[in-house]
Protein backbone atom coordinates (compact mmCIF):
# COMPACT_ATOMS: atom_id res chain seq x y z
CA UNK A 1 0.00 0.00 0.00
CA UNK A 2 1.04 3.45 -0.75
CA UNK A 3 0.55 6.35 1.83
CA UNK A 4 2.32 9.93 0.29
CA UNK A 5 4.48 7.58 -1.52
CA UNK A 6 5.64 5.62 0.94
CA UNK A 7 5.25 2.03 0.45
CA UNK A 8 4.03 0.44 3.65
CA UNK A 9 3.52 -3.06 4.55
CA UNK A 10 -0.21 -2.54 5.87
CA UNK A 11 -1.99 0.10 7.84
CA UNK A 12 -1.35 -0.40 11.19
CA UNK A 13 2.12 1.47 12.02
CA UNK A 14 3.68 1.80 14.95
CA UNK A 15 3.92 5.56 16.37
CA UNK A 16 6.77 7.56 17.63
CA UNK A 17 7.88 6.84 21.22
CA UNK A 18 10.21 5.81 23.57
CA UNK A 19 9.12 2.07 22.43
CA UNK A 20 11.04 2.80 18.99
CA UNK A 21 13.76 4.98 20.50
CA UNK A 22 16.47 1.67 20.17
CA UNK A 23 17.46 -0.69 17.50
CA UNK A 24 15.83 -3.27 19.65
CA UNK A 25 12.92 -1.66 19.83
CA UNK A 26 12.18 -0.91 16.20
CA UNK A 27 13.17 -4.53 15.18
CA UNK A 28 10.31 -5.84 17.68
CA UNK A 29 7.76 -3.79 15.94
CA UNK A 30 8.86 -4.86 12.55
CA UNK A 31 9.00 -8.39 13.39
CA UNK A 32 5.72 -8.54 15.25
CA UNK A 33 4.20 -7.39 11.66
CA UNK A 34 4.19 -3.39 11.63
CA UNK A 35 3.20 -1.71 8.51
CA UNK A 36 5.62 1.08 8.68
CA UNK A 37 7.57 1.88 12.26
CA UNK A 38 8.13 5.33 12.94
CA UNK A 39 11.13 6.30 14.97
CA UNK A 40 11.53 8.04 18.24
CA UNK A 41 11.41 11.56 17.15
CA UNK A 42 14.86 13.88 17.79
CA UNK A 43 15.58 17.57 17.14
CA UNK A 44 18.59 19.96 17.47
CA UNK A 45 17.82 21.19 21.16
CA UNK A 46 19.67 19.57 24.52
CA UNK A 47 17.26 20.52 26.33
CA UNK A 48 14.39 18.25 24.60
CA UNK A 49 16.82 15.52 25.44
CA UNK A 50 17.27 16.38 29.05
CA UNK A 51 13.79 16.56 29.22
CA UNK A 52 13.75 12.37 28.75
CA UNK A 53 15.64 12.44 32.43
CA UNK A 54 12.48 13.94 34.07
CA UNK A 55 10.30 11.50 31.77
CA UNK A 56 6.75 9.52 33.74
CA UNK A 57 4.20 7.42 33.23
CA UNK A 58 1.43 7.41 35.05
CA UNK A 59 -1.52 4.84 33.59
CA UNK A 60 -4.97 5.94 35.05
CA UNK A 61 -8.30 3.25 34.59
CA UNK A 62 -11.21 4.38 33.58
CA UNK A 63 -12.68 5.98 37.16
CA UNK A 64 -9.41 7.51 37.10
CA UNK A 65 -7.41 5.75 39.47
CA UNK A 66 -3.95 5.72 38.66
CA UNK A 67 -2.01 2.77 38.77
CA UNK A 68 1.13 2.00 40.83
CA UNK A 69 4.22 1.87 38.42
CA UNK A 70 4.53 -0.36 36.25
CA UNK A 71 0.78 -1.73 36.16
CA UNK A 72 -1.29 -0.84 33.28
CA UNK A 73 -4.28 -2.55 31.60
CA UNK A 74 -6.70 -2.23 28.10
CA UNK A 75 -8.31 0.51 28.39
CA UNK A 76 -6.35 2.51 30.99
CA UNK A 77 -5.57 6.36 29.96
CA UNK A 78 -1.86 7.19 30.14
CA UNK A 79 -0.59 10.56 31.27
CA UNK A 80 2.97 11.58 30.77
CA UNK A 81 5.90 13.81 30.55
CA UNK A 82 8.98 12.86 28.05
CA UNK A 83 11.30 14.12 26.06
CA UNK A 84 13.48 13.10 22.87
CA UNK A 85 15.72 10.20 21.78
CA UNK A 86 19.08 10.81 23.84
CA UNK A 87 22.00 10.06 20.86
CA UNK A 88 23.75 12.07 18.66
CA UNK A 89 22.53 12.81 14.79
CA UNK A 90 25.27 10.55 13.57
CA UNK A 91 24.88 7.61 16.06
CA UNK A 92 21.10 8.16 15.14
CA UNK A 93 21.31 7.88 11.30
CA UNK A 94 23.25 4.57 12.50
CA UNK A 95 20.49 2.59 14.37
CA UNK A 96 17.91 3.81 12.12
CA UNK A 97 20.26 2.45 8.67
CA UNK A 98 19.98 -0.92 10.66
CA UNK A 99 16.49 -0.42 11.48
CA UNK A 100 15.69 0.61 7.56
CA UNK A 101 17.74 -2.28 6.53
CA UNK A 102 16.14 -4.92 8.80
CA UNK A 103 12.58 -3.59 7.87
CA UNK A 104 13.55 -4.01 4.24
CA UNK A 105 13.73 -7.55 4.18
CA UNK A 106 10.06 -7.55 5.54
CA UNK A 107 8.59 -4.80 3.37
CA UNK A 108 8.19 -3.31 6.41
CA UNK A 109 9.57 1.12 6.01
CA UNK A 110 11.16 2.93 9.22
CA UNK A 111 10.46 6.33 9.16
CA UNK A 112 12.44 8.98 10.58
CA UNK A 113 10.96 11.50 12.74
CA UNK A 114 11.49 14.98 14.16
CA UNK A 115 9.44 17.03 16.67
CA UNK A 116 10.04 20.67 15.85
CA UNK A 117 12.29 22.94 17.72
CA UNK A 118 14.00 25.71 15.22
CA UNK A 119 12.31 24.80 11.75
CA UNK A 120 16.04 25.68 10.59
CA UNK A 121 17.35 23.01 12.35
CA UNK A 122 14.65 20.51 11.87
CA UNK A 123 15.10 21.17 7.99
CA UNK A 124 18.69 19.95 8.66
CA UNK A 125 18.18 16.82 10.42
CA UNK A 126 15.42 16.12 8.19
CA UNK A 127 17.99 16.68 4.95
CA UNK A 128 20.34 13.79 7.17
CA UNK A 129 17.45 11.80 8.14
CA UNK A 130 16.63 11.90 3.96
CA UNK A 131 19.47 9.95 3.24
CA UNK A 132 18.79 6.62 5.15
CA UNK A 133 14.78 6.45 5.76
CA UNK A 134 12.19 6.55 2.99
CA UNK A 135 9.99 8.94 4.90
CA UNK A 136 9.99 11.43 7.71
CA UNK A 137 7.59 12.43 9.29
CA UNK A 138 8.09 16.21 11.32
CA UNK A 139 6.43 16.35 14.41
CA UNK A 140 4.83 19.99 14.99
CA UNK A 141 1.91 19.20 17.49
CA UNK A 142 4.03 17.90 20.55
CA UNK A 143 1.24 18.70 23.18
CA UNK A 144 4.57 19.28 25.61
CA UNK A 145 5.30 21.98 23.49
CA UNK A 146 2.62 23.92 25.88
CA UNK A 147 5.11 23.42 28.76
CA UNK A 148 8.65 23.19 27.07
CA UNK A 149 10.35 25.58 25.40
CA UNK A 150 12.51 22.52 24.00
CA UNK A 151 9.69 21.19 21.54
CA UNK A 152 7.06 23.85 20.02
CA UNK A 153 3.65 23.12 19.31
CA UNK A 154 2.08 24.83 16.26
CA UNK A 155 -1.49 25.49 16.34
CA UNK A 156 -1.86 28.82 13.31
CA UNK A 157 -1.62 28.35 9.61
CA UNK A 158 1.00 30.57 8.91
CA UNK A 159 3.20 28.91 11.34
CA UNK A 160 2.52 25.60 9.73
CA UNK A 161 2.65 27.19 6.51
CA UNK A 162 6.30 28.69 7.05
CA UNK A 163 7.94 25.51 9.03
CA UNK A 164 6.56 23.17 6.56
CA UNK A 165 7.94 24.40 3.86
CA UNK A 166 11.41 25.41 5.57
CA UNK A 167 11.46 21.86 6.24
CA UNK A 168 9.72 20.01 2.64
CA UNK A 169 12.67 22.13 0.77
CA UNK A 170 15.10 20.08 2.65
CA UNK A 171 13.88 16.97 2.44
CA UNK A 172 14.22 14.84 -0.69
CA UNK A 173 11.88 11.94 0.77
CA UNK A 174 8.30 11.81 1.56
CA UNK A 175 7.02 14.37 4.42
CA UNK A 176 4.68 13.43 6.69
CA UNK A 177 3.19 16.39 9.09
CA UNK A 178 1.88 15.13 12.57
CA UNK A 179 -0.62 18.39 13.58
CA UNK A 180 -1.88 19.28 16.88
CA UNK A 181 -5.67 18.66 17.83
CA UNK A 182 -5.64 21.21 19.93
CA UNK A 183 -6.48 24.06 17.35
CA UNK A 184 -9.36 25.45 16.33
CA UNK A 185 -9.24 24.43 12.89
CA UNK A 186 -7.16 21.49 12.22
CA UNK A 187 -8.42 21.37 8.43
CA UNK A 188 -7.00 24.98 7.82
CA UNK A 189 -3.24 23.51 9.37
CA UNK A 190 -3.81 20.34 7.64
CA UNK A 191 -4.51 22.40 4.52
CA UNK A 192 -1.74 24.63 5.21
CA UNK A 193 0.92 21.82 5.93
CA UNK A 194 -0.45 20.03 2.51
CA UNK A 195 -0.08 23.68 0.27
CA UNK A 196 3.58 23.53 2.04
CA UNK A 197 4.66 20.32 0.35
CA UNK A 198 3.25 17.89 2.82
CA UNK A 199 2.60 14.05 1.24
CA UNK A 200 0.90 13.32 3.94
CA UNK A 201 -0.75 14.52 7.14
CA UNK A 202 -0.65 12.46 10.99
CA UNK A 203 -4.42 13.41 12.57
CA UNK A 204 -3.91 13.84 15.64
CA UNK A 205 -1.31 14.55 18.50
CA UNK A 206 -2.43 14.00 21.94
CA UNK A 207 -3.80 16.68 24.02
CA UNK A 208 -2.47 18.43 27.37
CA UNK A 209 -4.33 17.00 30.45
CA UNK A 210 -3.72 17.54 34.15
CA UNK A 211 -4.63 15.54 36.82
CA UNK A 212 -4.88 16.83 40.76
CA UNK A 213 -3.87 13.65 43.17
CA UNK A 214 -6.33 15.73 45.99
CA UNK A 215 -3.09 16.23 47.95
CA UNK A 216 -1.90 19.52 47.38
CA UNK A 217 -0.63 18.35 43.83
CA UNK A 218 -0.53 16.67 40.62
CA UNK A 219 -0.25 13.36 39.53
CA UNK A 220 3.27 13.24 37.50
CA UNK A 221 4.15 16.52 39.39
CA UNK A 222 3.17 18.36 36.47
CA UNK A 223 0.97 19.08 33.54
CA UNK A 224 1.02 16.22 31.41
CA UNK A 225 0.07 14.51 27.57
CA UNK A 226 -2.97 12.61 27.77
CA UNK A 227 -3.55 9.49 25.48
CA UNK A 228 -7.01 7.32 25.97
CA UNK A 229 -9.43 5.47 24.33
CA UNK A 230 -11.49 8.42 25.02
CA UNK A 231 -9.62 10.34 22.56
CA UNK A 232 -10.72 8.03 19.95
CA UNK A 233 -14.04 10.28 18.73
CA UNK A 234 -11.91 13.73 19.16
CA UNK A 235 -9.37 12.31 16.29
CA UNK A 236 -11.96 11.19 14.01
CA UNK A 237 -13.79 14.53 13.95
CA UNK A 238 -10.78 16.01 12.44
CA UNK A 239 -9.65 12.87 10.21
CA UNK A 240 -13.54 12.82 8.86
CA UNK A 241 -13.01 16.68 8.38
CA UNK A 242 -10.08 16.62 6.60
CA UNK A 243 -11.11 13.43 4.28
CA UNK A 244 -14.33 15.28 3.42
CA UNK A 245 -12.68 18.59 2.29
CA UNK A 246 -9.22 18.17 1.18
CA UNK A 247 -6.80 15.70 -0.61
CA UNK A 248 -3.97 14.84 1.51
CA UNK A 249 -3.47 11.10 2.78
CA UNK A 250 -4.09 11.14 6.08
CA UNK A 251 -2.79 8.76 9.15
CA UNK A 252 -4.72 8.90 11.67
CA UNK A 253 -3.63 8.65 15.59
CA UNK A 254 -4.08 9.16 19.16
CA UNK A 255 -7.14 6.97 20.39
CA UNK A 256 -6.92 3.29 18.75
CA UNK A 257 -6.80 0.50 20.78
CA UNK A 258 -8.67 -2.10 19.18
CA UNK A 259 -9.29 -3.71 16.00
CA UNK A 260 -12.49 -1.92 16.31
CA UNK A 261 -10.60 1.66 16.35
CA UNK A 262 -8.56 0.84 13.76
CA UNK A 263 -10.80 0.43 11.42
CA UNK A 264 -13.14 3.29 12.72
CA UNK A 265 -10.18 5.55 11.84
CA UNK A 266 -9.71 3.52 8.19
CA UNK A 267 -13.62 4.52 8.21
CA UNK A 268 -13.33 7.86 8.98
CA UNK A 269 -10.71 8.72 6.12
CA UNK A 270 -7.50 7.45 7.38
CA UNK A 271 -5.22 5.32 4.97
CA UNK A 272 -3.10 3.91 8.08
CA UNK A 273 -3.36 4.40 11.55
CA UNK A 274 0.01 4.68 13.95
CA UNK A 275 -0.52 3.31 17.61
CA UNK A 276 1.44 3.70 20.72
CA UNK A 277 -0.62 3.33 24.26
CA UNK A 278 -1.80 0.16 23.35
CA UNK A 279 1.47 -1.19 22.27
CA UNK A 280 2.90 0.22 26.26
CA UNK A 281 0.16 -1.52 27.27
CA UNK A 282 -0.40 -4.93 25.87
CA UNK A 283 3.00 -5.41 23.87
CA UNK A 284 3.99 -6.89 21.02
CA UNK A 285 0.78 -9.62 20.99
CA UNK A 286 -1.65 -6.30 20.46
CA UNK A 287 0.08 -4.61 17.34
CA UNK A 288 0.06 -8.61 15.66
CA UNK A 289 -3.97 -8.65 16.73
CA UNK A 290 -4.17 -5.06 14.98
CA UNK A 291 -2.52 -6.22 12.15
CA UNK A 292 -4.32 -9.09 11.67
CA UNK A 293 -7.94 -7.75 12.41
CA UNK A 294 -7.40 -5.29 9.45
CA UNK A 295 -5.67 -7.67 7.00
CA UNK A 296 -8.58 -7.81 4.54
CA UNK A 297 -9.53 -4.56 4.92
CA UNK A 298 -9.53 -2.92 0.99
CA UNK A 299 -9.32 0.68 -0.24
CA UNK A 300 -12.17 1.62 -0.98
CA UNK A 301 -13.18 1.20 2.73
CA UNK A 302 -11.43 3.92 3.39
CA UNK A 303 -13.50 6.96 4.19
CA UNK A 304 -16.15 5.06 3.99
CA UNK A 305 -18.05 5.99 6.77
CA UNK A 306 -18.83 9.78 5.40
CA UNK A 307 -21.18 7.77 2.69
CA UNK A 308 -23.85 7.49 5.29
CA UNK A 309 -23.15 10.61 7.38
CA UNK A 310 -25.11 14.21 7.54
CA UNK A 311 -24.87 17.55 8.32
CA UNK A 312 -27.15 18.38 10.71
CA UNK A 313 -29.36 20.57 8.31
CA UNK A 314 -30.28 17.10 6.55
CA UNK A 315 -31.03 15.24 9.56
CA UNK A 316 -34.77 14.08 9.37
CA UNK A 317 -36.46 14.00 13.14
CA UNK A 318 -36.85 10.62 14.60
CA UNK A 319 -40.72 9.35 15.36
CA UNK A 320 -40.50 10.42 18.99
CA UNK A 321 -37.88 12.75 20.46
CA UNK A 322 -34.41 10.90 21.58
CA UNK A 323 -34.05 12.71 24.75
CA UNK A 324 -37.39 11.45 26.01
CA UNK A 325 -36.44 8.43 27.55
CA UNK A 326 -33.28 9.93 29.94
CA UNK A 327 -35.76 12.99 30.30
CA UNK A 328 -38.61 10.69 32.10
CA UNK A 329 -36.02 8.83 33.81
CA UNK A 330 -34.91 12.32 35.54
CA UNK A 331 -38.57 13.49 35.86
CA UNK A 332 -39.43 10.04 38.18
CA UNK A 333 -36.78 9.25 40.19
CA UNK A 334 -36.36 10.46 43.54
CA UNK A 335 -40.45 11.44 43.45
C1 LIG B 1 5.32 7.88 25.90
C2 LIG B 1 5.03 8.51 24.57
C3 LIG B 1 6.07 9.13 23.84
C4 LIG B 1 5.81 9.73 22.60
N1 LIG B 1 6.82 10.32 21.91
C5 LIG B 1 6.58 10.86 20.70
C6 LIG B 1 7.62 11.45 19.94
O1 LIG B 1 8.78 11.47 20.32
N2 LIG B 1 7.30 11.99 18.73
C7 LIG B 1 6.02 11.98 18.23
O2 LIG B 1 5.77 12.47 17.12
N3 LIG B 1 5.00 11.43 18.95
C8 LIG B 1 5.26 10.88 20.14
N4 LIG B 1 4.24 10.31 20.84
C9 LIG B 1 2.86 10.32 20.30
C10 LIG B 1 2.53 9.00 19.62
O3 LIG B 1 3.35 8.80 18.47
C11 LIG B 1 1.04 8.91 19.21
O4 LIG B 1 0.77 9.84 18.17
C12 LIG B 1 0.11 9.21 20.37
O5 LIG B 1 0.52 8.51 21.53
C13 LIG B 1 -1.36 8.86 20.06
O6 LIG B 1 -1.54 7.52 19.75
P1 LIG B 1 -2.04 6.44 20.83
O7 LIG B 1 -3.41 6.85 21.29
O8 LIG B 1 -2.04 5.14 20.07
O9 LIG B 1 -1.06 6.43 21.95
C14 LIG B 1 4.48 9.70 22.08
C15 LIG B 1 3.47 9.08 22.80
C16 LIG B 1 3.73 8.48 24.02
C17 LIG B 1 2.60 7.82 24.76
Redesign the pocket.
Given at each position: MDVGGLVAAGPVWV????LTMSLDGIVACVDAGAGAVVA??VNESAAARRQLDIAD?AFVSGDRQVRPPGRAYPGDG?L?R?G?AQVDLDDWLGILAAGVAHGAAQGCPVVG?I?LGDPAAAARIGRALADVVPAV?L?IG?PHGREARAVRQLTEVDGVRDAVRTVRAAVGVPLFV?LPGQASDVVALARAARSAGADAVGLV??YPGFLPDLDGGAVLGSWGAW?SPG?LPMSLYWVSKAFQQLDVPIVG????RTVTDVLRFLASGARAV?????L?IGGPAVLRELVDGVAEVGDDFVGSALAGTREYADVPPPPSPAWEPYTARWMSSGR
Amino acid sequence: MDVGGLVAAGPVWVGSSELTMSLDGIVACVDAGAGAVVAKSVNESAAARRQLDIADYAFVSGDRQVRPPGRAYPGDGLLNRSGLAQVDLDDWLGILAAGVAHGAAQGCPVVGSITLGDPAAAARIGRALADVVPAVELNIGAPHGREARAVRQLTEVDGVRDAVRTVRAAVGVPLFVKLPGQASDVVALARAARSAGADAVGLVGRYPGFLPDLDGGAVLGSWGAWSSPGCLPMSLYWVSKAFQQLDVPIVGTNGARTVTDVLRFLASGARAVEVVTALWIGGPAVLRELVDGVAEVGDDFVGSALAGTREYADVPPPPSPAWEPYTARWMSSGR
